[in-house]
């Protein structure tokens, strides 16, 4: 059974600082990985997909990376802003056929002013 | 991508009673997926939606307490029936434009008293 740990929980860094997310999953063999970020009472908005097949994606501040040999993903952010300040979820996709995603518990981000 | 409309985006009920919660796409999806956000963890399906089918649902999750109508390709309906206050979480409508990327609506949050 796949199991998606995100690694830390919550985290507080000041405006204008870098940081990186951390997504590890238990089971190699997946199709896609995809972040997104939850904001209260606005649901997941998608952020980034990889496919297996890739390495990376980036699209603005953010860039996400994939390891998929060693069950890891992380998610880099830029010169962060109080707007980034969400709750963060890595989501697993395990095959083609499947539409089927499992979620981690997410990372809580406050980002200070 | 698509765009997904929920109602309700929160309530809060008595025990004992019902909930029907409305997904809305502006694009027909062949399945749509209902998920649980219980507080502190991560999303767990419930169940997907094929139009014209009956709902397939995920182990721990039985018809029974969440009946699920597909009258089309771009509407559900979730009912979270005889409602405790277990019940209370968020639920999540979501879509997948083929095994790709998945979109979410903005949830409707669930208090039962």
Same mark, same amino acid.
């Given at each position: ?113 | ?15 004992? $009673? ?25 999303? $767990? ?65 669930? $208090?039962?008293?």
């Amino acid at each position: 059974k796949q199991e998606v740990t995100q690694i830390p929980a919550a985290l507080s860094v000041p405006e204008g600082e870098n940081l990186v997310l951390n997504c590890s999953f238990t089971d190699s063999a997946i199709y896609n990985l995809q972040w997104f970020r939850q904001d209260p009472g606005k649901g997941l908005t998608s952020l980034l997909l990889i496919q297996s097949s890739q390495r990376e994606q980036t699209s603005g501040r953010l860039n996400a990376s994939l390891d998929k040999s060693s069950g890891r993903s992380t998610l880099y952010i830029a010169a962060s802003q109080p707007g980034d300040s969400a709750t963060y979820l890595c989501a697993v996709r395990t095959g083609a056929g499947s539409y089927q995603l499992t979620f981690g518990k997410g990372t809580k981000l406050s980002v200070i002013p | 991508s698509a765009v997904i409309s929920q109602k309700p985006s929160r309530d809060i009920c008595q025990r004992g $009673t019902s909930l029907t919660i409305q997904c809305q796409v502006d694009s027909q999806v062949t399945m749509m997926f209902w998920y649980r956000q219980q507080p502190g963890q991560s999303l $767990t399906l419930i169940a997907t939606a094929n139009q014209g089918s009956e709902a397939t649902y995920e182990s721990g999750f039985v018809i029974d307490k969440f009946p699920i109508s597909r009258p089309n390709l771009t509407f559900s309906t979730l009912t979270v029936s005889n409602m405790s206050p277990e019940d209370s979480s968020i639920y999540l409508c979501s879509v997948g434009l083929g095994p790709t990327e998945a979109f979410f609506g903005q949830g409707t949050r669930l $208090t039962v008293v």
